[in-house]
């Protein structure tokens, strides 16, 4: 995959993560796949996952934390955080 379409992807997956149209699992799932190629053994190694947890991770039967999610998300150039809501939610009760 050349650099422009890795971009692109990575545009892509972000933007479905934002909008919900994609879950966590199902774009870790995409990028291993069409951005490294990697199968679930080799990326959870270079992840330092079992591969296992990987597989939950993907099926979206886990509970990962932050520190889990961004070892994922760091071969990507990305990372999870907290970011501020849009201002129609700010202040709004939960």
């Known amino acids: 995959m050349e650099m422009a379409e ?3 992807l990575l545009t892509e997956v972000q933007e ?3 909008t ?3 879950t966590i699992g199902k774009a870790i799932q ?3 796949k069409e ?3 990697l199968d679930q053994e080799r ?3 270079l992840c330092k996952l079992s ?3 990987l597989r939950k991770l993907e099926h979206d039967q886990a509970n990962p934390t932050l520190q889990t999610l ?3 998300f760091k071969p990507f150039g990305m990372q999870v955080g907290i970011v501020p809501a849009p201002k129609k939610h700010r202040g709004a009760r939960v």
């Open 16 to 18: 479905k993560l934002a």
């Open 51 to 53: 591969t296992r947890a």
């Open 35 to 37: 951005f490294t190629g």
């Open 6 to 8: 890795r971009a692109k």
């Open 43 to 45: 990326f959870a190694s």
């Open 20 to 22: 919900g149209e994609l």
């Open 70 to 72: 961004n070892s994922v």
């Open 30 to 32: 995409k990028l291993r």
